[in-house]
Each structure stands twice: as C-alpha cells, then as structure tokens.
C-alpha cells in the first residue's frame, strides 16, 4: 500500500510516498481503508522528534513507527477474531498510533467510533485529535456552567475552533482569542467578543474570565492568571510545542498544578486520553448540529508534506486535512 513515511527525525523534507506492507492486524484490532486523515501539530512533533523530550516515546535516534499522522476516518476492511461492534463496512472515525497517512491502518477498537452519518470523510478525519481535546479542555478539564465567561486562545485554530462551539453549548459567554483577519470566523463559530492578539493581550479586561482554556501563543502562567477571576480555571491544552529545550513549551503544563497549590486559582494542562466515549459524544454534538468541523485546507496524500508545512506556520483556520 501507498504511505507517508520516514526513517529519521527532521523537516517535512524528510517524508516519502512509499510502498510499504499492509498492516497486519492482531485478534483485538481493526482493519481500516483510510479515507482521510487529520493533520495537526502533533504530526510536526512526531515528525521532528521535537520538542526533544518526546523521543523517549517516540524512539530516541530515529521514529520507531514510520509512517506518519493519527486522526483517520475510513472504512472497516477487516476485524480481528476477539473484535465486537465493528464489520467490515462499516463507517469509522478515530485515532491510530501507527500511522494514518496510508491506504489502511490497524487500529485499536477503543480509539474508534462510528462516523457521523452527515459529514463526508474529510470533515470526520478533522475531528478525532482536535474535537476530542478541545472537549476534555472544556467539559472535563474546566467543567465549564453555564453562564460563565469562558476565553478561548487560539479561537481560529484546529482546536481553537472546536473549543468555542464546544463552550457555546454548555451555555457560557465566550471570547476567542485569534490573530488579525480571523474574527468573522470565530464570530460565526458562535463567539460573542473576539480579541485580536496583535493589538491587545489577553488580560485587556483585568481578571474577568472564569474559565481560559489555552490552545496557542504559550503566554507565561503571570499573564494568564491576570485575565481569570479569583477562583477562575485555567486549562492548557496546547501551545509551545515548537518552543527550545527539552519539553517545549510544556513547562506551563508541569507548572501548573504546581502553582495551583498557593493560588485560588485552578490551574492545570490536560493531553487528550482519545477515547472512543469521547468520540461518542461528539457524533451526537455533531448529529445535533451544534458542533460543525472547521476544514481550512484538504491536501491529497502525494502532498502530504504540504500539509504538515502549512500547520507548522501555525496560522491555519479550523483544520487541515489529507485525504487518502
Ligand atoms: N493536549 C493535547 O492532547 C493536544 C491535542 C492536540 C493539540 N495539542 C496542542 O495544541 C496546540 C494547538 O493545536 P491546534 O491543532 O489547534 O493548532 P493550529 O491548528 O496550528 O492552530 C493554532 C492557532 O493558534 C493561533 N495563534 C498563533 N499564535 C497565537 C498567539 N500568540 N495567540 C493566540 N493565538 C495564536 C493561530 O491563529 P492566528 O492565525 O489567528 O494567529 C492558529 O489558528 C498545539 O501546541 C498542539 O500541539 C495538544
């Protein structure tokens, strides 16, 4: 089969459309015919081996899986013998750690769900990473009530966009965060003030927030904490991840709870667990129209490294996607 791959660390350069085997898959796994894949920072991140620190997970001198990406959707092609509630046939959306820029993927059954009946594959392979983190952020990480007053950073971004429509759901008052020329898109994804970053920080209106949940800029925890009431909730789901040294940016997400200890103030990171229950409630938020993918630009998978270059500019409008 056709894949996206690579056999060491470095820029999209590094990618290769490639023939390689089919995967095999084992008694508890799913056989899927990918359609389309998401593509997002965490591509670049197993791409690059960057920040540093991932290599020990991701294989310290070279990629240890080789083809890239991880947010599919597709066809069920095969089932393995201990598998229930999948057949071949069947319409999958969800996430596989072996590479989804390919023409089928083995997948685990818990990381899929069945794919919303009214978007085609390409909307439903935007969904599985940035849907799925931009929901834990704001339902479980910030247990967001209705009525509050909920920032997101990042409004117009891959998660971003998720995480306004999300947070409008649950009935709160919602001010995106985006870069100049992005607000009519954030405003139409239901949020009712934006800030442009490039004219004004987030603490512009003193620490009226109860609830930020931040997806980009890594602005340091001081000036977050300035923007959020007394008792107010931080969460970081993102941001930083092209920042030097070993973690990135993500001594934010390490510190925070830390500083949370001495503060009335909750603050915390979150990585997403990309669970199928998760997904479940997304095909309903998605069934019931409340929640409606953002596609910014699909690529065929021949450009793939296109793909990956254009989000690490880190201006991409809702999600890019390659399709298979
Ligand atoms: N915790 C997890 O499990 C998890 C899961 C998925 C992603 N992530 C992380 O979350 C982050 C965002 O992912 P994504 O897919 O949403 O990325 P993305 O699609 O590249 O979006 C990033 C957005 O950030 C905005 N932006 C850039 N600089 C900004 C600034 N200084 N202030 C405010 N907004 C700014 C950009 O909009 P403008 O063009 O308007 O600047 C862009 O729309 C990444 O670091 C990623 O690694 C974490």
């Known amino acids: 089969m056709k894949a996206i791959a690579q056999t060491v660390y470095g820029p999209a350069d590094v990618l290769e459309l490639r023939e390689v085997a089919r995967p095999a898959i084992g008694a508890g796994e799913v056989l899927v015919e990918v359609r389309a894949a998401g593509v997002d920072p965490g591509v670049w991140i197993a791409m690059t081996g960057r920040p540093w620190g991932v290599r ?19 066809v069920v092609a095969a089932v393995g013998a201990q598998v229930t509630g999948f057949v071949p046939g069947d319409e999958v959306y969800g996430t596989s750690s072996t590479g989804t820029f390919a023409e089928y993927v083995a997948a685990k ?27 834990e952020a704001v339902r479980d990480g910030a247990r967001v009530r209705p009525g509050q007053k909920v920032m997101v950073i990042g409004a117009a971004g891959g998660m971003g966009a998720y995480a306004v429509q999300i947070a409008k759901a649950y009935g709160t008052t919602v001010t995106g965060v985006c870069g100049a020329g992005k ?24 620490g009226v927030y109860d609830v930020i949940v931040d997806t980009a800029g890594c602005r340091p925890l001081s000036l977050l904490r300035r923007a959020l009431t007394p008792r107010g909730t931080l969460v970081i789901a993102g941001g930083g991840h ?19 200890l001495f503060t009335s103030q909750r603050l915390r990171g979150i990585t997403s667990k990309e669970r199928a229950a998760e997904l479940d409630d997304l095909t309903r938020l998605i069934d019931d ?9 699909t690529y065929p998978l021949a450009s793939a490294a296109d793909a990956i270059r254009y989000v690490a500019e880190g201006h991409a409008a809702g999600k890019v996607v390659v399709t298979v």
């Not at 919303?116 to 392979?125: E, V």
């Not at 607000?183 to 003193?206: F, H, M, N, P, W």
Request: charged share 20%; no cysteine; net charge positive.
């Open 242 to 260: 092209d920042s030097p040294g070993p973690v990135g940016g993500y001594t934010r997400q390490m510190r925070a709870p830390f500083v949370s």
């Open 289 to 297: 129209g409340v929640v409606t993918p953002v596609i910014d630009r």
């Open 183 to 206: 607000a009519a898109l954030v405003r139409s994804l239901g949020a009712d003030d934006v800030i442009d970053y490039t004219r004004a920080e987030v603490d512009r209106d003193g």
């Open 56 to 74: 020990v997970a991701f294989g310290l001198t070279r990629p240890k899986v080789q083809v890239r990406g991880r947010a599919l959707a597709g």
């Open 109 to 135: 059954p818990g990381r899929l769900a069945r794919k919303p009946a009214g978007l085609t594959f390409a909307q439903a392979a935007a969904v599985p990473i940035s849907a799925v983190t931009a929901l």
